[in-house]
């Protein structure tokens, strides 16, 4: 078996020929980070078989990031047989700088050069490019699997087909002073290491590198690139003819790069994501599937109720697996439309827009635009999200990012809005979902802006960033997409959802006693302890046992907090409009008094402990100790959040908008006074101009 390995730049294809070879659905996206570690797994050619491995995206062999360095020890392993260098044919030139890097090491290249486009900017003679680098070198599609067969017909010949070159710029590095070499380390790529500056290089290896970089020029990172790119230059034009255009332009990046519309844009196409969502064609299809599940359930609750009349094996049915089931399944469509909006979005170049857009918003708070990937793709889930926080350069940035992860407002809470969201507000509901997630951006920011200026201080951040063209997404990616979230979501329900709601039923319907307690007839164990806690969320308008027992249940999965409000209120299997009906009657077990009390509790369930699975997730990004800081922060930024939306909305409806919001604005503007007065006299009291990094009127006098 033999071990193929599969390098490129970010965002040339890798690891969508990954999938198309080794027939598997790793997660591709049309921006840098997407692939954050290796993933390995073996196909055929012939009867022959291989290992591939796919890294994550790497400009050359000096790594200046977390996923690089993945990228370059893997390379530097020397386990593999051969290398699949993917480039993207428009943009030849620059992927063509990894090539060199790889070839200067002497290691077996496959050049395969990704059509990604329709479009494309040049025309390349692959067998001239053969020739001149002394490599196999062949075109092919990656997204439509063109020409792929011709990629692993290169994987079994031989590398002596090819006539290895010796690369002529190398012959100008020269040392200029004499060092130690140790006899095991080859001396070219030790004084390549020593022109590029690389320190890891020489600390694995436990050298001194001052030594080494005292005896190249101290300009040497500049004319090693200078002279890979004439080299690169050249082999481009000897190779290839450029056709026109200029690659990743858009007159449509006008709008979404311009300093003044890009953000407001931004924003609109969020509005217009959660209207086609969570109301218009979403909420249809959501009624559809509600109506479907019922015409499902009934007749075998009718047969459970003739068989088990008046016992608790027909509520278990009714309540615990059917209500909880169809409750849920009811909002797949919308979970669907979600990811189906956010795959587009990815695929369309657009992502890349919004990282530079928000680079230096984020610059500001601790963080890079590599978190904007990490916290958009917390949109859809938050588990997945906290695991590409790990390409963040700076350890500190890297755990800031992981924390505010759950701050967005994932895929799991639609069913929260929707149902709890939709029963008060009705059509105003679109802006209350729209400023939910909005709030879960402010406070994350806020939360990180805070870690900076205290005990995560970040580095400055490289943050290499490109534009794609804009592309259409194609149908066979995007089924594939859904496909892939729709089971995850399916499974999630048809295990632990199930199993939760299950355990919760039995609390809520059973006593200390072991006695069933359904009717009213005695206190079960849920009530028990939900009255014991309820108390303590009083102040935040919804001190009822049941709602803060569904709380406790969405620490498993947040769908859950609906099937359990929809189980303590009794409604039938997948009724999702009684559920939202049966929150306005205070007859039920779990309602909500007023509309404060509403907006409180949707602000917890934004803000306070992700699943478990997320958890878990931070646990192994980050260690035990900071998952634990930042469960304690999640849980007091909710309550001291909701506290303060309680009570305003609370003071909205007593004294209507207009003189609540200018008694805010007064006070907003006072707390700003003062704090620009504070500063001033902190100023004229720091008598330390000395030592002062800060270029203030003191010093300069």
Not at 163 to 186: A, C, G, H, M, N
Not at 533 to 556: C, D, E, H, Q, R
Not at 630 to 637: A, E, K, P, V, Y
Request: glycine share 6%; hydrophobic share 45%.
């Amino acid at each position: 078996m033999k071990e193929v390995l599969l390098i490129g730049n970010p965002n040339t294809g890798k690891t969508t020929l990954f999938n198309s070879l080794t027939k598997s659905d790793e997660h591709v996206g049309n921006w840098h980070g997407v692939t954050v570690d290796n993933k390995k797994k073996s196909f055929f050619v012939g009867k022959e078989e291989f290992v591939l491995v796919d890294t994550p995206g790497v400009y050359s062999l000096c790594p200046l990031s977390f996923e690089e360095e993945v990228a370059v020890k893997t390379v530097s392993a020397h386990k593999h047989d051969k290398i699949i260098n993917i480039c993207d044919r428009n943009n030849i030139r620059r992927n063509l700088y990894l090539t060199v890097c790889l070839l200067e090491q002497g290691y077996d290249v496959v050049l395969a050069i990704n059509e990604i486009d329709k479009k494309s900017l040049f025309k390349i003679d692959c067998k001239k490019l053969e020739t001149e680098l002394g490599v196999q070198a062949v075109l092919f599609n990656a997204e439509k699997n063109e020409d792929v067969a011709s990629l692993k017909k290169c994987l079994t010949e031989k590398k002596e087909a090819f006539k290895s070159i010796d690369l002529p710029y190398t012959k100008k590095l020269r040392w200029q002073k004499k060092v130690d070499i140790p006899s095991e380390l080859d001396e070219q790529l030790v004084l390549i290491k020593a022109y590029e500056k690389d320190e890891k290089f020489f600390e694995e290896r436990k050298l001194d590198h001052k030594a080494y970089f005292d005896a190249v020029p101290s300009d040497s990172v500049l004319t090693l690139s200078e002279l890979r790119y004439a080299f690169v230059d050249e082999v481009v034009s000897n190779c290839s003819k450029r056709v026109s255009g200029i690659y990743g332009k858009s007159k449509f990046d006008r709008i979404a790069l311009n300093k003044f519309f890009a953000i407001p844009f931004f924003f609109l196409i969020l509005c217009g994501v959660f209207y086609l969502t969570f109301f218009s064609f979403g909420a249809l299809l959501s009624d559809g599937l509600s109506k479907l599940l019922e015409l499902v359930s009934n007749p075998i609750l009718s047969l459970i109720e003739k068989s088990h009349p008046n016992s608790w094996v027909y509520d278990l049915f009714n309540v615990a697996i059917f209500g909880g089931l169809g409750t849920v399944l009811s909002f797949l469509p919308q979970v669907v439309l979600l990811f189906f909006f956010l795959s587009v979005l990815e695929d369309s170049g657009y992502m890349s827009r919004i990282a530079f857009v928000f680079e230096d918003v984020l610059g500001k708070v601790g963080l890079s635009g590599k978190s904007v990937y990490t916290l958009l793709m917390g949109f859809g889930c938050s588990t997945s999200a906290i695991m590409t926080s790990r390409n963040m350069d700076d350890k500190n940035a890297k755990i800031k990012t992981a924390i505010l992860c759950p701050y967005m407002s994932c895929s799991a809470k639609i069913p929260i809005y929707t149902v709890i969201g939709g029963a008060f507000f009705g059509a105003k509901n679109l802006l209350v979902i729209f400023f939910l997630y909005l709030l879960g951006v402010v406070v994350a920011i806020t939360i990180s802006k805070f870690f900076d200026m205290t005990v995560l201080k970040s580095k400055e951040q490289s943050f290499i960033l490109e534009f794609p063209p804009y592309r259409m997404t194609s149908l066979k990616r995007v089924s594939k997409i859904l496909w892939k979230n729709v089971r995850e979501f399916m499974l999630r329900v048809g295990t632990i959802m199930i199993a939760m709601n299950v355990v919760i039923w039995w609390f809520s319907s059973f006593s200390f006693k072991f006695s069933y307690v359904a009717g009213g007839e005695g206190e079960s164990i849920l009530e028990t302890i939900g009255k014991l806690i309820a108390p303590i969320f009083s102040p935040l308008g919804f001190g009822n046992w049941a709602v803060v027992a569904s709380l406790l249940a969405g620490l498993v999965a947040k769908e859950v907090v609906v099937s359990s409000i929809a189980m303590f209120n009794g409604v039938d299997a997948g009724a999702t409009r009684l559920v939202s009906e049966s929150l306005l009657l205070s007859s039920s077990v779990v309602f909500f008094k007023n509309y404060a009390s509403v907006l409180s509790f949707l602000v917890f369930c934004l803000l306070y402990t992700p699943c478990i699975a997320s958890i878990s997730m931070l646990s192994h990004e980050i260690g035990k100790k900071w998952t634990f800081i930042s469960i304690i922060i999640q849980l007091m930024t909710a309550y001291i959040v909701s506290f303060v939306v309680f009570n305003i909305a609370f003071c909205i409806e007593l004294f209507g908008f207009w003189k609540v919001a200018l008694i805010l604005l007064a006070i907003i503007i006072l707390l700003i006074s003062i704090g620009y007065i504070f500063r001033k006299i902190k100023r004229k009291e720091c008598g330390n101009c000395k030592n002062c990094s800060k270029n203030c009127k003191r010093k300069q006098k």
